[in-house]
């Protein structure tokens, strides 16, 4: 009898621990839940918005192109050249398609839409669309350059696009306009 009151004591135990073992990691899992994620996946509506605008810059569609974009848009190239302000952005890419770009094509993008929420660095908060793709443009009495060109597109509250940082080669682009 004191063999088994023994087993059932020892049971109960064992028994009452891995219950109480249970709700410590449900509580857990509860608050790793509660705890905002540095980034994560964004709508994918905004890949469809990038593949709109590659595309529309394809034509030479400078006005569809420019509905994505916010009034006060900044875009900036790794060089540090920048433009500032939807009409500036507008107007340079307008000259470029018209006086410089005979042809250009996008191929083989790849799009990652994320959600910034708690930035790790100098990046702002809120929604980006990564794109890496395979550019190839012909440029008026000159050759034609091909390289993979990544952008990182930031969106306001309103899904306009308020911030475009591009990462080109410029010594392609330069190799390839007409001497």
């Not at 980034?39 to 590659?54: R, T």
């Not at 591009?166 to 306009?177: C, F, R, T």
Request: net charge positive.
């Amino acid at each position: 009898m004191r063999k088994i009151f023994l087993f059932v004591l020892c049971a109960s135990v064992f028994v009452s621990c891995k219950k109480k073992e249970i709700a410590e990691k449900r509580a857990e899992s509860a608050l790793v839940d509660t705890v905002t994620k540095p980034a994560e996946f964004a709508d994918p509506k905004y890949s469809e918005i990038g593949k709109k605008g590659l595309a529309d810059l394809e034509k030479g569609d400078i006005d569809g192109w420019m509905n994505m974009y916010a009034d006060s848009a900044v875009y900036v190239w790794n060089s540090g050249d920048s433009l500032v302000g939807k009409a500036a952005i507008a107007s340079y890419w307008k000259n470029r398609r018209m006086n410089v770009i005979e042809s250009i094509t996008f191929k083989d993008a790849i799009w990652l839409p994320i959600m910034v929420n708690k930035p790790q660095s100098v990046e702002a908060k809120g929604v980006w669309l990564l794109a890496w793709y395979k550019t190839t443009a012909k440029y008026k009495k000159g050759k034609e350059m091909t390289q993979w060109i990544h952008t990182d597109y930031h969106f306001d509250n309103n899904d306009k696009i308020d911030r475009v940082i591009q990462y080109v080669d410029k010594a392609a682009i330069q190799a390839a306009l007409p001497k």
